[in-house]
Nanobody, 123 residues
Framework: VQLQASGGGLVQAGGSLRLSCAAS????????MGWFRQAPGKEREFVAA??????YYADSLKDRFTISRNNAKNTVYLQMNSLKPEDTAVYYC???????????????????WGQGTLVTVSS
């Protein structure tokens, strides 16, 4: 499956963005989907995942970020609200057909990755 992330940009602190990740080349509904982010000089970190009908979030983000998917459009979304400067990062979407739920936050658990979209939050 190929993944194409979009929707990043520059936003002021307190603002919102919605990222999209369009999938092609596979049966989208068969894939668990995830979002990760990587800030400059930092490791890639888990943001959210959607497996089956269940959503999962990094504890620190669950009150502001929402993952959703539209299987008819082969797209997964990440709605980000109340953005902070520390949310500045490249955001990546990821997919896997055999994601182990307990390993959902491990980027090594995902076999397919999009190219990333940059989110910059200004103070």
């Amino acid at each position: 499956v190929q993944l194409q992330a979009s929707g990043g940009g520059l936003v002021q602190a307190g603002g919102s963005l919605r990222l999209s990740c369009a999938a092609s080349g596979g049966t989208f509904s068969n894939y668990a989907m995830g979002w990760f982010r990587q800030a400059p000089g930092k490791e890639r970190e888990f943001v959210a995942a959607f497996k089956g009908g269940t959503t999962y979030y990094a504890d620190s983000l669950k009150d502001r970020f929402t993952i959703s998917r539209n299987n008819a459009k082969n797209t997964v979304y990440l709605q980000m609200n109340s953005l902070k400067p520390e949310d500045t990062a490249v955001y990546y979407c990821a997919a896997d057909r055999s994601l182990i739920t307990s390993a959902r936050a491990d980027y090594g658990s995902y076999g397919y990755w999009g190219q990333g979209t940059l989110v910059t939050v200004s103070s």
